[in-house]
């Protein structure tokens, strides 16, 4: 029953993702990427194990916190570009409204 | 008379130079910066970055026009306004000047006489093919740095990576978008310049370093922190 709780929240992020490339593309193709793969491991858990041996890390739990860490990282740094984006727009309206006041007082 | 003091070129109509000076809490010499440049250029406009000390006031009271931040944005973010306020005013060359005092005003002449001697759209001053005084062994060995860095990541081969003394023609100002709000505005500006067809020329300028410019000025930690901004930037549009 978790799963479709679990599904959904992935597939959310995953289109969220994708809707922030024009802002940031390493955010809009690497997040959906790995919710799609958080999607494929909910339906079939036994490829987390396949996967962590392949790769040489043990657990599955294991390589699904890593892949949880990656996630956090890349979601902190997609909020650090658009800290960067509404920073553009205040810079924006800071210099417009400067311009125009020094404008109206240099007439 | 202004001619023979600035040594300009004949032809250079020093009605149409705009001088750009951000400041931000520069009260104690922002007046001394303006009256320096006052009998000679009659455009200088002052960008007062959201001070909260009278910088902006005396500059006015110095002859200066003054634009106002109504918030702290940078000395990046203060030049865009600068230059975008000396566009709107038909600058058709516009000059980049510090405001504390470490710029010398004669050598906005070496900038314009360089332009006109090579025709070129941005000359930046060298303080290596000039001169300095009083400029600490660790301030060289920095600037150094960001001089090789620059040659290695842009392909310019400057003498001198950030010297806030500029000249910009106006086709160069128009084309300029500065994103980098704080003191990485210098390297992108340089990044930008090496993927432009502008033509790009340095000049000998003199820098005066004081314990008041020295203060002001830029630290490895700083340094750092333009590295960080610049190298971020390039993750996202």
């Known amino acids: ?107 | 008379m202004l001619h023979e003091r600035i040594e300009v070129p004949a032809c250079d109509d020093l009605d149409s130079v705009w001088v750009v000076v951000p400041g931000f809490n520069e009260s104690a010499m922002i007046a001394r910066t303006v009256r320096s440049l006052g009998p000679w250029l009659p455009n200088v406009v002052v960008v007062d970055d959201g001070s909260t000390d009278e910088t902006g006031r005396e500059a006015e009271r110095a002859g200066a026009k003054v634009v106002r931040h109504c918030v702290n944005l940078g000395q990046g973010a203060a030049l865009g306004t600068g230059i975008r306020y000396a566009l709107l005013n038909g600058a058709s060359t516009i000059v980049t000047f510090d405001a504390d005092g470490q710029h010398r005003p004669e050598d906005i002449g070496a900038l314009l006489r360089r332009r006109e001697e090579t025709g070129a759209d941005v000359v930046l001053g060298s303080r290596f093919l000039g001169g300095t005084v009083d400029m600490p062994a660790s301030r060289r060995w920095l600037l150094r740095a960001a001089t090789l860095y620059t040659r290695l990541t842009t392909g310019l081969k400057l003498t001198d990576a950030h010297n806030g003394l500029r000249l910009l023609s106006r086709r160069a100002a128009a084309q300029l978008r500065i994103r980098q709000n704080r003191m990485a505005h210098a390297s992108e500006l340089l990044d930008w310049l090496a993927s432009s067809d502008l033509k790009v020329v340095e000049a000998p300028v003199k820098i005066v370093y004081t314990d008041y410019t020295l203060a002001k000025g830029q630290n490895a930690l700083s340094s750092l922190s333009i590295l960080w901004d610049l190298w971020s930037s390039r993750l996202h549009r």
């Open chain 1, 1 to 107: 029953m978790i799963r479709i709780p679990l599904i959904l929240a992935l597939a959310f992020f995953a289109l969220y993702g994708w809707r922030q490339r024009r802002i940031s593309p390493a955010i809009g193709f690497a997040m959906p990427l790995i919710s799609l793969l958080g999607i494929a491991l909910v339906l079939w858990p036994s490829w987390a194990q396949r996967a962590a041996d392949l790769l040489g890390i043990g657990r599955g739990a294991d390589l699904i916190l890593y892949i949880w860490t990656v996630a956090s990282l890349l979601l902190l740094a997609n909020l650090h570009f658009r800290m960067r984006a509404q920073s553009a727009v205040i810079t924006t309206l800071t210099r417009e409204l400067a311009i125009i006041e020094a404008r109206q007082r240099n007439e």
